[in-house]
């Protein structure tokens, strides 16, 4: 079993950046394809990128296409996400989520349902 931990979330103005990083204490997370999720106030979790155990692989909401990048470092043991020209409307908790198993489909990396392990979420609030 995996425990994704979240840090680097922060109040941040229209434009900016921000980098939120994915450990796992006591874990090899090479061995896990991560996602990033975000829940809005009222909204449904969304599900933003996404890459493979072996970082050969990534994908993105079109929401963030553009803007965000994932990547991970597994000598490191951490998948870490850079949050660029943030809107107002990017903010919400940022979870990291966690599995071996995840369907190769086009676009179902970022299915919440895809994973079984998940972090306690960081809050990023983009506002001036």
């Known amino acids: 079993q995996v425990q994704p931990v979240e840090s680097g979330g922060g109040l941040v103005q229209p434009g900016g950046t921000l980098r939120l990083s994915c450990v796992a204490p006591e874990s090899i997370l090479s061995l896990y394809n991560i996602a990033w999720f975000r829940q809005a106030p009222g909204k449904d979790r969304e599900g933003i990128s996404c890459?493979?155990?072996?970082?050969?692989?990534?994908n993105y909401a079109d929401s963030v296409k553009g803007r965000f990048i994932i990547s991970r470092d597994n000598a490191r043991n951490t998948v870490d996400l850079q949050l660029n020209n943030l809107k107002p409307e990017d903010t919400g908790i940022y979870y990291c989520?966690?599995?071996?198993?995840?369907?190769?489909?086009?676009?179902?990396?970022?299915?919440?349902?895809?994973?079984?392990?998940w972090g306690q979420g960081t809050q990023v609030t983009v506002s001036s």
């Open positions: 890459i493979n155990n072996k970082g050969t692989s990534t």
């Open positions: 989520a966690a599995d071996r198993f995840v369907s190769t489909v086009p676009g179902k990396c970022l299915e919440s349902l895809q994973y079984g392990f």
